[in-house]
């Protein structure tokens, strides 16, 4: 039926294309016997559309077997920047008569995005008896909705100017796993970029492996840690100078117990050595690992299930995790809350530690001689407490701390024996979560969530290259602003290696992993 013309059909009549009312068809039916010539079109059987009566030239598109309608929408879906998907579209013309294709170039894009959609290959030919085909890229040259209009000139008296639009979303990230993601933790060594996490769906602990830099995640190279009962509470991952993995992180063993556990692997983490030798406490919370040479330390939380309140508990290996000291508890006594949201570092025999004092503040202290003594004891950095994260630099110690209303960086140049008042920076005027920091010479990296509204968060990354005196605005940038990262999974970690910088998150509307990916020092991403 041709458009705008309701009970009439179209046929050819002495080479002209007629339309007739229904009733005049009617006593048409009844004279086709009588009729030697071809009044009607027959139907082609290779037409898709068969079982309509069809003018005998017109042009059809289809890509993948399914019709591309004129004045449609197709979506190339998300793609990150810098890469592209190419996808092949076909011309039909199954009506009998040659049809032309008169623009030039035959296939056109235009519009707003037109340079992130390019037509590759154009059809091999202008005439269509019966198909031809074209090649349309996408590739998104910068984050965010793209869309452009692609134009098929032709001399079908049906659809002289076959139009459709075509759109996608140019991301920063790249999916690591499309199902499971949660509570991501991110370590680089070399080329090779590893991420654990906990596979919410069977509460599986994974790693997932890329060996060219983070350009690609091979499903093949996703290896289990350990099966079953991991407590979905962000495990912690760091890679020696070996190039050996460990992970800290908890096991559900019932009755509200759960045991800290250590997993290393020493190729690659497609096996993993697993020891549960920590300690057992009731609900552990998040954990932090480091390591230094052969020794291995591990903070955690423990909670009083009396009381409801946590402590800060602490262990110790001198033979790369294979045997474990006696744990020992650094802060509380069961009778108050602190120890959340630990962050360890160590080298040359010190250690390193941060962590949460629920009401009172954010505290950091150190220990030289592998954590056997904690001298002065811990210091309050800030008076807000929660989340927070710190990294070292030589004697230069960074925390980046969230307030209720600004998000600050604090920097000890004395190893964290002394903060000044005059080395505490605004990074971003924001109420922060899912903070990480990582350090490089004077180049200071941040990651951290901002809310979008209550159950869903746009990521962010800023830089500082002067030791973290300055957060210039340009160098705040939105990676990811879908708004897709759900609250119950609010983290992200961040990692680098030379120009390289790494966040992996969660997205928690879609249920993947995904990780973000900069080759310039956070530059451009």
């Known amino acids: 039926m041709v458009k705008g013309m309701k009970n009439q059909h179209r046929f050819n009549f002495l080479g002209r294309a007629c339309a007739l009312p229904a009733a005049v068809l009617i006593l048409a039916g009844a004279l086709l016997p009588l009729v030697s010539c071809d009044l009607f079109p027959r139907e082609n059987p290779d037409d898709p559309k068969s079982g309509k009566y069809r003018i005998y ?20 879906g998300s793609l990150e920047t810098g890469t592209d998907r190419d996808i092949i579209f076909s011309i039909n013309n ?49 984050q965010g909705a ?27 990230t790249a999916t690591v796993d499309p ?4 509570f991501p933790a991110i370590a680089v060594d070399g080329s090779s970029v590893y991420i654990v996490y906990v596979d919410q769906a069977n509460t599986d602990l994974k790693c997932a492996v890329s060996a060219d830099n983070g350009a690609t995640w091979p499903s093949g190279t996703i290896y289990t840690v350990d099966s079953g009962d991991v407590n979905t509470c962000s ?40 020891s549960s030798g920590i300690d057992s406490v009731k609900v552990g919370r998040n954990s932090s690992i480091a390591v230094d040479g052969n020794n291995v330390y591990v903070a955690y939380s423990y909670i009083n299930m009396t009381s409801y309140m946590a402590s800060l508990k602490f262990n110790n290996s001198s033979d790369s995790g294979d045997t474990w000291s006696t744990a020992q508890t ?21 250690v390193y530690l941060s962590y949460s004092k629920n009401y009172t503040g954010y505290c950091f202290g150190r220990s030289e001689d592998s954590g056997t003594t904690w001298d002065p004891g811990f210091s309050t950095i800030s008076s807000s407490w929660g989340m927070g994260d710190f990294a070292l630099s030589g004697t230069n110690v960074y925390i980046a701390k969230p307030l209720s ?48 509204e209550s159950s869903s968060y746009n990521l962010w990354f800023a830089r500082s290259t002067d030791n973290g005196a300055n957060w210039p605005e340009e160098d705040r940038i939105l990676i990811d602003s879908t708004g897709n ?23 928690g509307i879609n249920g993947d992993l995904k990780v973000a990916r900069s080759l310039d020092s956070g530059a451009t991403w």
């Open 57 to 76: 030239r017109d042009i059809d598109v289809y890509q993948d077997g399914a019709e591309v309608i004129h004045g449609s929408i197709f979506d190339y």
């Open 94 to 142: 199954l009506e009998g008569e040659d049809m032309s294709l008169t623009g030039t170039p035959a296939v056109s894009v235009t519009g707003d995005d037109a340079d992130d959609f390019v037509v590759v290959s154009q059809p091999s030919s202008v005439t269509v008896p019966p198909v031809t085909y074209f090649t349309l890229r996408f590739s998104p040259s910068s």
């Open 146 to 172: 793209k869309t452009a209009l692609v134009t098929i000139p032709n001399d079908s008296p049906d659809e002289g100017v076959f139009s459709f639009t075509v759109t996608g979303w140019g991301t920063r």
């Open 179 to 182: 199902s499971a993601g949660v």
């Open 235 to 274: 495990p912690d991952l760091v890679v020696d100078d070996n190039g050996y993995l460990y992970v800290s992180y908890n096991v559900d063993v019932g009755s509200n117990t759960a045991n800290i556990r250590f997993s290393r692997s020493e190729d690659s983490a497609e096996n993993w050595t697993t």
């Open 330 to 350: 650094l802060d509380g006594s069961g009778s108050n809350d602190t120890g959340y949201y630990q962050a360890l570092a160590a080298g040359d025999g010190s």
């Open 405 to 452: 209303d600004e998000f600050m960086l604090y920097r000890s140049t004395d190893s964290g024996d002394t903060w000044p008042a005059g080395l505490q920076f605004t990074i971003d005027m924001v109420s922060a979560v899912g903070v990480s920091l990582a350090v490089d010479g004077s180049n200071v990296y941040v990651s951290y969530l901002t809310m979008v």
């Open 485 to 507: 990262i759900s609250t119950s999974s609010s983290y992200s970690s961040i990692a680098a290696n030379g120009q390289r910088i790494y966040i992996a998150y969660y997205d």
